[in-house]
């Protein structure tokens, strides 16, 4: 990289292909985070089709939320009439706890979309 002769000019990159790109000293400069946590939520439910504990029953019997951050959470239908709420800090976490150790209940998670996945 080279400067220019005046000291407020930016500095020239050779490319190449022998152009060069303006390098402007407000693109060298840390950028602070960003105010807000990424945007966008995510649906989706979990079926079981099996119960091999007998608590939670079979059918949908979670709703659940993928947000921006990867965080998941999710609502357990049972029991009536309110469930229960959890919190994961990714659907993967999730899986683990409730999912993977049972894969006799031959669960689906489907997301709004249409995606499905199969465990």
Same mark, same amino acid.
């Given at each position: 990289?080279?400067? #220019? #002769?005046?000291?407020?000019?930016?500095?020239?990159?050779? @490319?190449?292909?022998? $152009?060069? @790109?303006?390098? *402007?000293?407000?693109?060298?400069?840390?950028?602070?985070?960003?105010?807000? $946590?990424?945007?966008?939520?995510r649906?989706?439910?979990?079926?079981?089709? #099996?119960?091999?504990? !007998?608590? #939670?029953?079979? !059918?949908?019997?979670?709703? !659940?939320?993928?947000?921006?951050?990867?965080?998941?959470?999710?609502?357990?239908?049972?029991?009536?009439?309110?469930? !229960? *709420? $959890?919190?994961?800090?990714?659907?993967?976490?999730? *899986?683990?706890?409730?999912?993977?150790?049972?894969?006799?209940?031959?669960?689906?998670?489907?997301?709004?979309?249409g995606?499905?996945?199969?465990?």
């Amino acid at each position: 990289m080279t400067k #220019s #002769s005046d000291e407020n000019k930016p500095f020239l990159e050779p @490319q190449r292909d022998g $152009a060069e @790109q303006e390098i *402007l000293d407000e693109d060298l400069k840390p950028k602070p985070p960003p105010k807000l $946590a990424p945007r966008g939520i995510r649906t989706f439910t979990v079926c079981r089709q #099996s119960d091999e504990t !007998g608590v #939670s029953g079979e !059918g949908v019997v979670i709703e !659940g939320v993928l947000l921006g951050t990867g965080h998941c959470i999710i609502h357990w239908l049972y029991p009536p009439p309110r469930g !229960g *709420l $959890a919190i994961f800090d990714s659907l993967e976490d999730f *899986l683990k706890v409730h999912v993977k150790p049972h894969p006799s209940n031959r669960t689906i998670i489907t997301f709004e979309d249409g995606e499905q996945q199969l465990h």
